[in-house]
């Protein structure tokens, strides 16, 4: 079995916070040697795939790159920031399915980015100022995604310990706090607009974790087109297998 079928077979046996490693792993490599391509081409400006797979805030450029909605959501904003995203990921993905079902972490996971869409394209329309200043005008949302699920964590086992090395056991609730300093720390000084995109992930992971209490999952819609595409996606005989 070559390497790229062993990965294959583990991205299909593996549960859905595997499958997002995995998917993060590989846009961010697609990514890197987009760059590098254009980079001996001289094609586009400096970072320029980085630029096209980031979501913009711009409604005209987002109509110019529909898939920015996708690649946005796997995308980092550098090789040390993707390793920090998938170790929190992995970490408390894993420990965040202790608590909720997997479609719960795969829809929160989506519906932070949106949020964080929401937010950057906001702030840019509500703020003109923004658009006349020299900063980037498209952000990776994948440590958004992230600190959706980890906020959402936060609020529902605040007081659980998970033991981190040389430290010992430590609150759930101050462990995703850090997570998050660390990760706004961690962000280039492009614009305030992706701090900001943070806050409003962490405000979706709030609202799904009040409503489920309620009763209501807004992860629901979410998992209804993941069965859908899955539908589409599947082939029949596999389908038949399955059933």
Not at 50 to 72: A, F, H, K, Q
Not at 224 to 236: E, M, N, S, Y
């Amino acid at each position: 079995m070559s390497l790229l079928d062993e990965l294959i077979s583990k991205f299909r046996s593996g549960d859905i916070v595997t499958r997002l490693v995995f998917i993060n792993c590989a846009v961010f490599i697609v990514m890197l040697l987009l760059d590098i391509n254009f980079t001996l081409f001289s094609f586009g400006e400096d970072r320029y795939a980085y630029i096209v797979c980031n979501y913009p805030w711009s409604p005209y450029l987002l109509l110019r790159r529909p898939w920015t909605v996708v690649t946005s959501l796997f995308a980092s904003w550098g090789l040390w920031h993707l390793i920090f995203n998938m170790i929190i990921l992995y970490w408390l993905g894993n420990v965040f399915m202790r608590y909720f079902t997997s479609n719960n972490l795969r829809g929160l996971y989506i519906l932070g980015g949106i949020a964080g869409m929401v937010v950057f394209t906001g702030l840019f329309m509500l703020f003109p100022s923004l658009q006349l200043k020299d900063w980037t005008g498209s952000v990776p949302l994948c440590s958004a995604c992230i600190l959706a699920i980890c906020t959402a964590l936060a609020f529902r086992v605040p007081d659980v310990t998970e033991p981190i090395p040389l430290i010992g056991p430590v609150k759930i609730k101050y462990i995703v706090i850090a997570i998050a300093i660390v990760d706004v720390a961690m962000l280039p000084k492009v614009n305030p607009a992706t701090d900001l995109v943070h806050l409003g992930a962490a405000a979706v992971g709030w609202v799904f974790h009040y409503l489920l209490r309620k009763g209501k999952d807004i992860t629901t819609p979410v998992t209804a087109v993941a069965v859908w595409l899955d539908r589409i996606l599947t082939p029949t005989s596999k389908q038949k297998k399955r059933s």
